[in-house]
């Protein structure tokens, strides 16, 4: 069973039931879209990198159909990432919202959707984030919440400062939050970053950079909205997120 979600007039869009049409596979990403495994400029992959070839697993029940999670699993303010602690944190209060879709441009209701990023200051709540600027108390940097029927997503955070990382002489990262997201299915998994329009180190970060399709990269950069922005309260930036969609037969590898 569908339903029909009407965005704009003469577009209407359905809703998947999350258990009544279960794909029966979902489809890989074109090369390019996301960052190879080993990309020397990111001196670390050089370490992590598989030496052997991928071997893919079959598209089995287990990934076409977990995981299954609900909103009580997720506490009403967890995605208020400024009124976790006593006070304020310190910094620019942003609302950042969006939707979720796969790869057909359905809306994805029940997804879970988590995020990690460092302080206004440019520091993560971490024990091996010691490089000199200020902790704040006020602020973990951690959020999560599930998308609503519409495939709806917000968080209320503070915009996070670039930060110096040491992959190279004066290597400094963009102004980014993390995103996690499990989809309809485990073959949906997704982990990624979100930035901030017409950041300057760009052109300098090899980790945006890895993603040689300049169109993939541009979709990693958030929309600043006016319209979203809340007066005297916090601007606004959105950003959509497309999952890997259904596939119309199970994937086999050449022999």
Same mark, same amino acid.
């Given at each position: 069973?569908?339903?029909?979600?009407?965005?704009?007039?003469?577009?209407?869009?359905?809703?998947? *039931?999350?258990?009544?049409?279960?794909?029966?596979?979902?489809?890989?990403?074109?090369?390019?879209?996301?960052?190879?495994?080993?990309?020397?400029?990111?001196?670390?992959?050089?370490?992590?990198?598989?030496?052997?070839?991928?071997?893919?697993?079959?598209?089995?029940?287990?990934?076409?159909?977990?995981?299954?999670?609900?909103?009580?699993?997720?506490?009403?303010?967890?995605?208020?990432?400024?009124?976790?602690?006593?006070?304020?944190?310190?910094?620019?209060?942003?609302?950042?919202?969006?939707?979720?879709?796969?790869?057909?441009?359905?809306?994805?209701?029940?997804?879970?959707?988590?995020?990690?990023?460092?302080?206004?200051?440019?520091?993560?709540?971490?024990?091996?984030?010691?490089?000199?600027?200020?902790?704040?108390?006020?602020?973990?940097?951690?959020?999560?919440?599930?998308?609503?029927?519409?495939?709806?997503?917000?968080?209320?955070?503070?915009?996070?400062?670039?930060?110096?990382?040491?992959?190279?002489?004066?290597?400094?990262?963009?102004?980014?939050?993390?995103?996690?997201?499990?989809?309809?299915?485990?073959?949906?998994?997704?982990?990624?970053?979100?930035?901030?329009?017409?950041?300057?180190?760009?052109?300098?970060?090899?980790?945006?950079?890895?993603?040689? *399709?300049?169109?993939?990269?541009?979709?990693?950069?958030?929309?600043?909205?006016?319209?979203?922005?809340?007066?005297?309260?916090?601007?606004?930036?959105?950003?959509?997120?497309?999952?890997?969609?259904?596939?119309?037969?199970?994937?086999?590898?050449?022999?």
């Amino acid at each position: 069973m569908t339903e029909e979600l009407q965005t704009d007039p003469g577009e209407v869009r359905q809703i998947y *039931d999350p258990v009544a049409e279960t794909p029966t596979s979902y489809l890989r990403e074109p090369e390019g879209v996301h960052p190879p495994l080993d990309y020397p400029p990111y001196k670390s992959t050089s370490l992590r990198h598989p030496k052997q070839p991928l071997v893919y697993l079959p598209q089995t029940i287990t990934e076409i159909t977990g995981p299954r999670l609900g909103s009580p699993e997720v506490g009403e303010t967890d995605n208020d990432l400024t009124v976790q602690h006593g006070g304020e944190p310190l910094g620019e209060r942003i609302i950042v919202s969006g939707r979720v879709f796969d790869t057909e441009g359905k809306p994805l209701r029940g997804t879970l959707v988590e995020i990690w990023q460092a302080n206004s200051a440019g520091r993560y709540k971490h024990r091996w984030d010691r490089w000199p600027a200020p902790l704040d108390p006020n602020f973990s940097g951690a959020g999560r919440c599930v998308t609503d029927d519409e495939g709806r997503y917000q968080f209320t955070t503070i915009k996070p400062g670039p930060y110096p990382w040491g992959n190279h002489y004066n290597a400094w990262r963009p102004a980014h939050i993390h995103f996690s997201l499990l989809g309809r299915a485990f073959t949906q998994r997704l982990v990624t970053q979100m930035y901030f329009p017409g950041d300057p180190f760009f052109p300098y970060d090899p980790i945006f950079n890895s993603v040689r *399709d300049a169109t993939a990269r541009e979709r990693m950069i958030s929309s600043f909205s006016i319209h979203g922005t809340v007066p005297n309260w916090a601007q606004a930036f959105e950003w959509d997120i497309y999952l890997r969609g259904p596939g119309a037969t199970p994937f086999e590898e050449a022999h």
